[in-house]
C-alpha cells in the first residue's frame, strides 16, 4: 500500500516547517482545509499522530519530527533523480563536473584536458562551486563527478582517491610554538582556529587537529571565508591554523612560521560520484584521473594507489 505521495510529504513539510496549517496552506498556494485533509490522510496510513494540535499552537510529535527529517531526504533524491533521468535522455553525453576555486579547480582543469583527448570522450563541462558545496551537487544531481578534498562526507557517493599531502601548522612569528621544528596535534590543543561558514563539528575537529589529538571542542577563533582571510588571521595572531603543505608553499609571510605536525591526518584529494551504475564517460573520466595522478602527483602530494 502506498503510505503517501510527494505532494503529501510537500504539504507535510510545509506545515512542519511554518507550524502554522493557514500560513502552509498559504506557502503551498491552495486553500487549508486540502492540506489539512492530506495530512490527516497521512497519519491514519501511518497509525500515528504527526502534530499536538493545540487551541493557539501546533508542534511535532515524536513521529512528525521522525517523518519530517526523512521527507527532507526523499524530495531531495526524487528531484536528484528527475535531473539524473533528464541528463541521460540527452542525445548527447555531457559530463558535468566540479570543484572548489583554486588549486582543486587548477587539479580538475587537468584531469579535463587529458581527458578530452582520448577517443569518445564526452564533453566537459566544469562547473566551479562554493566551500563544501561539491558533495552536494552530486547528492542533488547537478553534477556528475566532484573533486573533493577532506573533511567530507561520503554517504551516497562512491569515492576514488587520488593523492594525499600532509598539513603543516601556521603559527604567528612570536607565538610559543614558532620556534619548534615538528608539532604533534596535542601541542595545538586549546588554541584558537578560525571558523568556517557551515562547518561541522568533524569538519571543525579535523582543521584543528583535535581528530588526532582526542581533545575536546577548539577554541573558535575569527570566522573566515577564504585561504587569503585564513592565513591574515593567523599573522594577525588571532588564531593557528592546520593546512595542507601546498597552501604554506603558496603563502610565504614574514609573519606566519609553517611548523610540520608529524600526527595530524592526511589532507586527500579525492574524485567521486553518486553511488550506483556509471555511464562508461564517468567511468574513463576516473580511470584518466587516476593514471594522470599516478604519472604526475601535484607538488608535495603522493598518488594514492588505485
Same mark, same amino acid.
Given at each position: 500500500?502506498?503510505?503517501?505521495?510527494?505532494?503529501?510529504?510537500?504539504?507535510?513539510?510545509?506545515?512542519?516547517?511554518?507550524?502554522?496549517?493557514?500560513?502552509?496552506?498559504?506557502?503551498?498556494?491552495?486553500?487549508?482545509?486540502?492540506?489539512?485533509?492530506?495530512?490527516?490522510?497521512?497519519?491514519?496510513?501511518?497509525?500515528?499522530?504527526?502534530?499536538?494540535?493545540?487551541?493557539?499552537?501546533?508542534?511535532?510529535?515524536?513521529?512528525?519530527?521522525?517523518?519530517?527529517?526523512?521527507?527532507?531526504?526523499?524530495?531531495?533524491?526524487?528531484?536528484? /533523480?528527475?535531473?539524473?533521468?533528464?541528463? =541521460? %535522455? #540527452?542525445?548527447?553525453?555531457?559530463?558535468?563536473?566540479? *570543484?572548489?576555486? &583554486? @588549486?582543486?579547480?587548477?587539479?580538475?582543469?587537468?584531469?579535463?584536458?587529458?581527458?578530452?583527448?582520448?577517443?569518445?570522450?564526452?564533453?566537459?563541462?566544469?562547473?566551479?562551486?562554493?566551500?563544501?558545496?561539491?558533495?552536494?551537487?552530486?547528492?542533488?544531481?547537478?553534477?556528475?563527478?566532484?573533486?573533493?578534498?577532506?573533511?567530507?562526507?561520503?554517504?551516497?557517493?562512491?569515492?576514488?582517491?587520488?593523492?594525499?599531502?600532509?598539513?603543516?601548522?601556521?603559527?604567528?612569528?612570536?607565538?610559543?610554538?614558532?620556534?619548534?621544528?615538528?608539532?604533534?596535534?596535542?601541542?595545538?590543543?586549546?588554541?584558537?582556529?578560525? /571558523?568556517?561558514?557551515?562547518?561541522?563539528? =568533524? %569538519? #571543525?575537529?579535523?582543521?584543528?587537529?583535535?581528530?588526532? *589529538?582526542?581533545? &575536546? @571542542?577548539?577554541?573558535?577563533?575569527?570566522?573566515?571565508?577564504?585561504?587569503?582571510?585564513?592565513?591574515?588571521?593567523?599573522?594577525?595572531?588571532?588564531?593557528?591554523?592546520?593546512?595542507?603543505?601546498?597552501?604554506?608553499?603558496?603563502?610565504?609571510?614574514?609573519?606566519?612560521?609553517?611548523?610540520?605536525?608529524?600526527?595530524?591526518?592526511?589532507?586527500?584529494?579525492?574524485?567521486?560520484?553518486?553511488?550506483?551504475?556509471?555511464?562508461?564517460?564517468?567511468?574513463?573520466?576516473?580511470?584518466?584521473?587516476?593514471?594522470?595522478?599516478?604519472?604526475?602527483?601535484?607538488?608535495?602530494?603522493?598518488?594514492?594507489?588505485?
Amino acid at each position: 500500500m502506498q503510505e503517501f505521495d510527494l505532494r503529501e510529504l510537500r504539504y507535510f513539510l510545509a506545515a512542519a516547517e511554518e507550524l502554522n496549517f493557514s500560513r502552509a496552506a498559504e506557502r503551498m498556494g491552495i486553500s487549508q482545509p486540502p492540506l489539512s485533509r492530506a495530512i490527516r490522510r497521512m497519519e491514519r496510513r501511518l497509525g500515528a499522530p504527526l502534530f499536538h494540535r493545540g487551541h493557539n499552537s501546533v508542534r511535532l510529535t515524536a513521529a512528525g519530527e521522525t517523518l519530517r527529517n526523512e521527507a527532507h531526504k526523499v524530495l531531495e533524491a526524487a528531484a536528484a /533523480a528527475s535531473r539524473r533521468t533528464r541528463r =541521460a %535522455g #540527452r542525445t548527447a553525453t555531457v559530463l558535468t563536473v566540479t *570543484a572548489a576555486p &583554486g @588549486r582543486s579547480t587548477e587539479l580538475l582543469r587537468r584531469i579535463a584536458g587529458a581527458y578530452a583527448a582520448l577517443p569518445g570522450a564526452a564533453r566537459t563541462d566544469i562547473a566551479v562551486t562554493g566551500y563544501c558545496a561539491q558533495a552536494a551537487a552530486l547528492r542533488s544531481g547537478e553534477a556528475d563527478l566532484a573533486l573533493l578534498s577532506t573533511p567530507f562526507d561520503e554517504e551516497g557517493l562512491r569515492v576514488h582517491g587520488l593523492c594525499s599531502e600532509e598539513r603543516v601548522a601556521a603559527v604567528p612569528v612570536g607565538h610559543r610554538l614558532a620556534r619548534r621544528t615538528r608539532l604533534h596535534c596535542a601541542d595545538l590543543s586549546g588554541e584558537p582556529f578560525p /571558523a568556517w561558514p557551515a562547518d561541522t563539528e =568533524a %569538519g #571543525r575537529r579535523y582543521w584543528s587537529g583535535q581528530d588526532r *589529538a582526542g581533545g &575536546g @571542542r577548539p577554541a573558535e577563533g575569527p570566522l573566515v571565508h577564504d585561504i587569503s582571510q585564513l592565513i591574515e588571521v593567523v599573522g594577525l595572531g588571532q588564531a593557528l591554523a592546520l593546512v595542507p603543505r601546498h597552501i604554506a608553499e603558496r603563502n610565504p609571510r614574514p609573519d606566519v612560521v609553517y611548523v610540520p605536525v608529524a600526527d595530524a591526518s592526511p589532507y586527500r584529494t579525492v574524485l567521486a560520484r553518486p553511488e550506483g551504475p556509471a555511464e562508461p564517460a564517468v567511468e574513463l573520466f576516473v580511470r584518466t584521473a587516476a593514471d594522470l595522478f599516478a604519472a604526475v602527483a601535484p607538488a608535495g602530494a603522493v598518488a594514492e594507489p588505485a
